[in-house]
C-alpha cells in the first residue's frame, strides 16, 4: 500500500457562533497547539482524505462531567457523516476493544458528542487501509494512547499505517488541539480551521509537503557523511517486510523498547554535554526584563545550600 500524499483533518463551524480568536501556541517538543472559541455541540472535524486509501479512526478521552474515559458511540449519520455520544468505557469493559469507524472518498465528517463541562486529553486515532486502530480499555476503565514502545496499541504488522490528534476542550468553549509527530511520524497531518484564524494555523506538516518526500529526508539523513553517527538513527526507520517505510519512531521509543537500552542512541549525545559542562561557554539568560549573565556548572546548588537572595 503506498500513501499517495496527505491525510487533513479541518475544523469548521456549522451554526452562528462568536468571533473567534485564534493563537498557535507551542507544546512539547515543537508540536504546536491551536485555541479556538466554538460552540461545542456544533464542532464538526472536516476530513479530507488525500491518500486514496480507506481510513478509519476511533475517538476517546476523558469526559469531564463524570471524571471518566469515554469514547466515541455512532448512534446517527450515513456513509461519511458520523454522528454519537460519548460512552462510558465501563460500558466495554476491562480488557475490550473501542469500537471504530471508517469510510472511504475524499471526505467525511465527525460531530463531536455536546458535552457541557468538556471532554480532556481526547484522541483520534487514524489508521490508513483496511485495519482500524486496535485499542483496548486496561483493568482501570483507562484507555491508553498509541505508542511505538508498546505495538499491541495499534497492530504495526497488520496495519502498520497510523497516526493521531490529541485535543481538549472546555466548560469554556476553548478548543486546544495538536497533532502529534513526538512519538512518531506516519503520515502527513495537518490542522486548520474554518475560517482561517489570524495566528495558530495551519498547524502540523506543512501542506504539500509529501510522505514520501519525508522519507526521503529522513534517509538522506541517515547516508550523510558530515555525521558518521548519523548511521545510529537507522533503527528509528521501520519498514514493512517488502522494505517500504512505516513510520519513522522517535529515539525515547525505540530506546524504550526491551532490549535497546544500551544501543548507541542512548549515548548519543554524552560527549557533547560532557564538553558543555567541562569547558562551558558564556551564558545569558534573560526574564522579566533582566538579563542574567554567568558560566554552566557542575556544582549542585542545593546539595551546597547556596543561598540567592539570601534564599536557599
Known amino acids: 500500500m503506498r500513501l499517495q500524499d496527505t ?5 469548521r463551524k456549522q451554526q452562528r457562533r462568536e ?3 485564534c493563537q498557535g501556541r507551542q507544546d512539547r517538543l515543537a ?3 491551536l485555541e479556538l472559541r466554538a460552540m461545542l455541540s456544533s464542532l464538526p472535524f472536516v476530513f479530507t482524505n488525500q491518500t486514496g486509501e480507506s481510513v478509519q479512526f476511533a475517538l476517546y478521552g476523558l469526559d469531564n462531567a463524570t471524571g471518566q474515559w469515554a469514547y466515541f458511540q455512532r448512534d446517527s449519520g450515513t456513509d461519511n457523516s458520523f454522528s454519537g455520544r460519548l460512552a462510558p468505557v465501563q ?3 476491562a480488557g475490550k476493544p473501542l469500537p471504530s469507524y471508517s469510510f472511504t472518498g475524499t471526505t467525511a465528517t465527525l460531530v463531536l458528542p455536546d458535552s457541557p463541562s468538556g471532554l480532556s486529553s481526547g484522541t483520534i486515532v ?3 487501509g483496511d485495519t482500524g486502530p486496535n485499542i483496548t480499555t486496561s483493568s482501570s476503565f483507562t484507555v491508553p494512547r498509541p505508542s511505538p514502545s508498546n505495538p499491541s496499541l495499534v497492530n504495526a504488522t497488520t496495519n502498520p499505517y497510523y497516526d493521531f490528534i490529541e485535543f481538549t476542550y472546555d466548560a469554556g468553549d476553548n478548543l486546544y488541539i495538536n497533532t502529534t509527530q513526538v512519538d512518531q511520524f506516519g503520515f502527513p497531518i495537518t490542522l486548520t480551521a474554518s475560517p482561517t484564524p489570524q495566528h495558530g494555523a495551519p498547524v502540523g506538516v506543512t501542506p504539500g509537503v509529501s510522505r514520501d518526500a519525508i522519507f526521503q529526508a529522513f534517509s538522506a539523513f541517515l547516508g550523510q557523511t558530515a555525521d558518521p553517527s548519523a548511521s545510529d538513527f537507522q533503527p528509528l526507520l521501520q519498514t514493512t517486510g517488502t522494505g517500504s517505510p512505516n513510520r519513522i519512531i522517535a529515539p525515547g521509543q525505540y530506546l524504550a523498547m526491551p532490549g535497546n537500552a544500551t ?5 548519543y549525545f ?3 554535554v560532557h564538553s558543555f559542562f567541562t569547558s562551558p561557554p558564556p551564558l545569558s539568560l534573560v526574564a522579566s526584563g533582566s538579563t ?3 558560566t554552566a556548572t557542575t556544582r549542585n546548588p542545593v546539595a551546597h545550600g547556596d543561598l540567592v537572595n539570601g534564599v536557599p
Do not use: H, K, N, Q
Not at 7 to 11: F, I, N, S, V
Not at 263 to 267: C, E, G, T
Open 270 to 272: 554524552d560527549a557533547a
Open 91 to 93: 460500558e466495554l469493559g
Open 19 to 21: 468571533r473567534r480568536r
Open 7 to 11: 491525510l487533513t483533518p479541518l475544523l
Open 126 to 128: 487514524i489508521t490508513v
Open 292 to 294: 542574567f549573565v554567568g
Open 263 to 267: 544501543d548507541p542512541l542512548a549515548s
Open 31 to 33: 508540536c504546536e497547539r
